[in-house]
Nanobody, 111 residues
């Protein structure tokens, strides 16, 4: 059984920073690790993802402000978010190998 657990969300003022963490457990090989987000009334969207070879991609809306990183030894992925904006407010979800989702962590950015 695969478990995916996020942490690190919270309330922050505009311009602030947060670091999200995600840990995956279970007997499987991890290839793609990603962060998605879903704002109220909007579809879930990809924020960033990273593959086994370390390549990364970012949504245009977060480029230059967010950094995704992973620790393969810990089956963990992180999302460092800087210069946060109110429009970054959403529930952030960790995704492993496209198949497995965490429960989400709320990020709220106040203006």
């Amino acid at each position: 059984q695969v478990q995916v657990v996020e942490s690190g969300g919270g309330l922050v003022q505009a311009g602030g920073s947060l670091r999200l963490s995600c840990a995956a457990s279970g007997s499987f090989s991890i290839h793609v690790m990603a962060w998605y987000r879903q704002a109220p009334g909007k579809q879930r969207e990809l924020v960033a993802h990273t593959t086994t070879d370390g390549s990364t991609t970012y949504a245009e809306s977060v480029k230059g402000r967010c950094t995704i990183s992973r620790d393969n030894a810990k089956n963990a992925v992180y999302l460092q978010m800087n210069s946060l904006k109110p429009e970054d407010t959403a529930v952030y979800y960790c995704n492993i190998n496209i198949l497995f989702w965490g429960q989400g962590t709320q990020v709220t950015v106040s203006s």
